[in-house]
């Protein structure tokens, strides 16, 4: 069983920042992809940004330039610095990683930006 979770959401103006964290319950982020994917009211859940075991990163259109996604192996933490924030960043934000062929989500952490 893995379990991740969320932390460092909150609410921010427009063009501030914040940095959100997905802890592991287990080493498994230096052997596994890890996503954070965000959801809006009344829309699908999408891919914000990506990471793989080498550390080659993928960000969706709509934040790249403006989030970076990271890892840190040693403390089974991957984390998603976001700047230059918008009221369209509103949503909840997930982080997954598959193990064993099986998909683990963490609780999700809500991310507001005011206009």
């Known amino acids: 069983q893995v379990q991740l979770v969320e932390s460092g959401g909150g609410l921010v103006q427009a063009g501030g920042s914040l940095r959100l964290s997905c802890a592991a319950s287990?080493?498994?982020?230096?052997?596994?992809?890890v996503g954070w994917y965000r959801q809006a009211p009344g829309k699908q859940r999408e891919l914000v940004a990506d990471i793989t075991t080498g550390g080659s990163t993928n960000y969706g259109d709509s934040v790249k330039g403006r989030f970076t996604i990271s890892r840190d192996n040693a403390k089974n933490t991957v984390y998603l610095q976001m700047n230059s924030l918008k009221p369209e960043d509103t949503a909840v934000y997930y982080c997954?990683?598959?193990?064993?062929?099986?998909?683990?989500w963490g609780q999700g952490t809500q991310v507001t930006v005011s206009s």
């Open positions: 997954r990683t598959v193990v064993g062929l099986l998909p683990y």
């Open positions: 287990k080493s498994i982020f230096s052997i596994n992809r």
